[in-house]
């Protein structure tokens, strides 16, 4: 939320509907009429629906090394922007309520979703998440020394020394003195050593992993291990991130200062910055995710007679699916046919295309559009979802949550094929991100509700996409994890059972 504590007023309209933080409240009902429109600041909403232009806080408090604080402005220059403050809210809300208020779905998403999960972000940013610093320091020099090594390895397979971090060099080793294969070029017509461009020439060739080894773990150390004890509170111990509602716009929250979202969990060097996110003495971490959640609303959403029988048995739903794409007996399905699978699972809701898969296993594009039709040939209740929301948003102009949340799609219709195409698999992708992005505010909601009733010692601290991290009492962990789970698979009703998993360790690795 960051800026948007700074209101904290309750405000009677004459419309009769009561509203706390109205400004905020503001910048919501505009996120829930169209998540991309616009931005959703006040500026911005006052320019595009008043045609008024405001005074900045720039404007006011000066800019860069010279910008003071607030408080130090004089009443003269602030009051104006804080009157501007207020008139510009109101004459907002008296815009945008009208528009909310005729879409009774969109409605019931502001009033039941948006608005009471404030409170939930609010406590969450105030309490933090330990942090032990010195273990981030030890991670840190590891990670330079690691670093340091893949350079000498880098220099020994080029033949010479050479900036791993700059692209320009990086073209010069890998195409003029290596003549590696060019596989795409920049807008300039330089040849491109952007991640995917590197990752496939990795598979033939030892130096373009290495420079992606370097550039994972550059990036682990200046985001996370040097940059996250600068961000612990010396009074709490504590690393306080600002949560953001109206910034993404499949309805996901996101985080800043520090942005806690994208730690990465695929490599053993990322995890390892989990185990930074401790416990306090005697408590412990609980950590509790929803399985499988987008392929569940999948599942949901196109109705399809297989994927619900998976769910509803509680099958294993990638060996499940490997089993019908490859024609074997359940037991039979290989780890490699699983793995397919997964990568099918997966790679269709993110409208990944028979190209695309064939590239992630390794395999001729004829065999993975052989898995591709197989597949829908299996499933056909996913085909005819798919073809119905492609045709659904292309004649509303927006695709929908279960929830009712709008992603709308301005190039859908759009003459160039790429960003047609493009729109197109966002339109596949939306309504399942979306719809879970939908479900965890919802359990962070009723968490939240249950925690302010119950007298075990536990509170929620974070949340990570699917994913929800509490603080619990080590007494009381099972009572605890036992409601927790209770309420998360409670909060929505779809054709397959909502599955929870959780785990508890000291740090946020372990309970992960």
Same mark, same amino acid.
């Given at each position: 939320?960051?800026?948007?504590?700074?209101?904290?007023?309750?405000?009677?309209?004459?419309?009769?509907?009561?509203?706390?933080?109205?400004?905020?409240?503001?910048?919501?009902?505009?996120? +829930?009429?169209?998540?991309?429109?616009?931005?959703?600041?006040?500026?911005?909403?006052?320019?595009?629906?008043?045609?008024?232009?405001?005074?900045?806080?720039?404007?006011?408090?000066?800019?860069?090394?010279?910008?003071?604080?607030?408080?130090?402005?004089?009443?003269?220059?602030?009051?104006?922007?804080?009157?501007?403050?207020?008139?510009?809210?109101?004459?907002?809300?008296? +815009? $945008?309520?009208?528009?909310?208020?005729?879409?009774?779905?969109?409605?019931?998403?502001?009033?039941?979703?948006?608005?009471?999960?404030?409170?939930?972000?609010?406590?969450?940013?105030?309490?933090?998440?330990?942090?032990?610093?010195?273990?981030?320091?030890?991670?840190?020099?590891?990670?330079?020394?690691?670093?340091?090594?893949?350079?000498?390895?880098?220099?020994?397979?080029?033949?010479?020394?050479?900036?791993?971090?700059?692209?320009?060099?990086?073209?010069?080793?890998?195409?003029?003195?290596?003549?590696?294969?060019?596989?795409?070029?920049?807008?300039?017509?330089?040849?491109?050593?952007?991640?995917?461009?590197?990752?496939?020439?990795?598979?033939?060739?030892?130096?373009?992993?290495?420079?992606?080894?370097?550039?994972?773990?550059?990036?682990?150390?200046?985001?996370?291990?040097?940059?996250?004890?600068?961000?612990?509170?010396?009074?709490?111990?504590?690393?306080?991130?600002?949560?953001?509602?109206?910034?993404?716009?499949?309805?996901?929250?996101?985080?800043?200062?520090?942005?806690?979202?994208?730690?990465?969990?695929?490599?053993?060097?990322?995890?390892?910055?989990?185990?930074?996110?401790?416990?306090?003495?005697?408590?412990?971490? $609980?950590?509790?995710?929803?399985?499988?959640?987008? $392929?569940?609303?999948?599942? !949901?959403?196109?109705?399809?007679?297989?994927?619900?029988?998976?769910?509803?048995?509680?099958?294993?739903?990638?060996?499940?699916?490997?089993?019908?794409?490859?024609?074997?007996?359940?037991?039979?399905?290989?780890?490699?046919?699983?793995?397919?699978?997964?990568?099918?699972?997966?790679?269709?809701?993110?409208?990944?295309?028979?190209?695309?898969?064939?590239?992630?296993?390794?395999?001729?594009?004829?065999?993975?559009?052989?898995?591709?039709?197989?597949?829908?040939?299996?499933?056909?209740?996913?085909?005819?979802?798919?073809?119905?929301?492609?045709?659904?948003?292309?004649?509303?102009?927006? +695709?929908?949550?279960?929830?009712?949340?709008?992603?709308? $799609?301005?190039?859908?219709?759009?003459?160039?094929?790429?960003?047609?195409?493009?729109?197109?698999?966002?339109?596949?992708?939306?309504?399942?991100?979306?719809?879970?992005?939908?479900?965890?505010?919802?359990?962070?909601?009723?968490?939240?509700?249950?925690?302010?009733?119950?007298?075990?010692?536990?509170?929620?601290?974070?949340?990570? !996409?699917?994913?929800?991290?509490?603080?619990?009492?080590?007494?009381?962990?099972?009572?605890?994890?036992?409601?927790?789970?209770?309420?998360?698979?409670?909060?929505?009703?779809?054709?397959?059972?909502?599955?929870?998993?959780?785990?508890?360790?000291?740090?946020?690795?372990?309970?992960?």
């Amino acid at each position: 939320m960051g800026q948007n504590l700074k209101y904290d007023r309750n405000v009677l309209l004459n419309d009769g509907i009561t509203l706390r933080g109205m400004a905020f409240d503001t910048m919501l009902e505009s996120y +829930v009429l169209d998540s991309t429109a616009s931005r959703h600041d006040m500026d911005s909403l006052a320019l595009k629906y008043l045609n008024r232009k405001t005074i900045s806080y720039e404007d006011v408090a000066g800019k860069g090394a010279k910008q003071v604080s607030f408080d130090q402005v004089s009443i003269a220059t602030a009051g104006p922007y804080a009157a501007e403050d207020a008139d510009i809210t109101l004459r907002l809300h008296h +815009v $945008l309520w009208p528009k909310l208020s005729a879409e009774p779905k969109l409605a019931a998403l502001f009033r039941d979703i948006e608005m009471p999960l404030i409170p939930v972000l609010s406590d969450m940013e105030r309490t933090g998440v330990l942090v032990d610093a010195g273990m981030l320091a030890r991670q840190s020099g590891e990670l330079a020394a690691r670093i340091q090594e893949i350079e000498q390895e880098a220099y020994a397979v080029a033949g010479e020394a050479f900036n791993l971090g700059s692209p320009k060099q990086i073209q010069a080793i890998l195409f003029d003195k290596l003549g590696l294969p060019v596989l795409k070029k920049t807008p300039k017509g330089a040849p491109s050593t952007a991640e995917e461009v590197l990752a496939e020439l990795a598979l033939d060739y030892p130096l373009p992993r290495l420079i992606i080894d370097y550039r994972s773990l550059s990036k682990l150390k200046s985001t996370y291990t040097d940059k996250l004890p600068k961000r612990i509170d010396p009074d709490s111990g504590r690393v306080h991130t600002s949560y953001h509602q109206a910034v993404a716009s499949t309805g996901r929250l996101s985080s800043s200062d520090p942005n806690l979202q994208n730690i990465p969990v695929r490599t053993a060097e990322g995890r390892r910055i989990r185990q930074a996110f401790i416990a306090p003495p005697g408590y412990k971490i $609980l950590a509790a995710d929803y399985s499988q959640i987008e $392929l569940r609303i999948m599942a !949901h959403l196109s109705g399809d007679e297989g994927l619900l029988h998976a769910f509803a048995q509680g099958e294993d739903i990638h060996r499940a699916t490997a089993a019908e794409v490859f024609g074997v007996p359940l037991e039979e399905v290989s780890g490699e046919q699983r793995r397919s699978a997964k990568a099918i699972n997966f790679g269709l809701i993110y409208g990944m295309s028979a190209f695309g898969l064939a590239r992630q296993l390794g395999i001729p594009r004829n065999a993975a559009q052989e898995y591709v039709d197989l597949y829908f040939e299996r499933y056909p209740g996913v085909k005819a979802f798919m073809d119905r929301t492609r045709e659904s948003a292309r004649e509303q102009g927006y +695709v929908e949550t279960v929830f009712g949340r709008r992603l709308y $799609l301005p190039e859908i219709n759009h003459r160039n094929g790429q960003r047609r195409q493009y729109a197109e698999r966002t339109a596949i992708n939306a309504p399942m991100q979306g719809t879970a992005a939908d479900i965890i505010k919802l359990a962070m909601i009723e968490t939240h509700r249950w925690i302010g009733e119950t007298e075990l010692d536990v509170t929620l601290i974070m949340q990570v !996409h699917d994913e929800l991290v509490f603080e619990v009492h080590e007494d009381r962990v099972a009572e605890v994890q036992a409601e927790i789970e209770r309420c998360m698979t409670g909060v929505a009703e779809l054709r397959v059972p909502l599955v929870v998993e959780s785990g508890v360790g000291i740090n946020w690795d372990e309970a992960h």
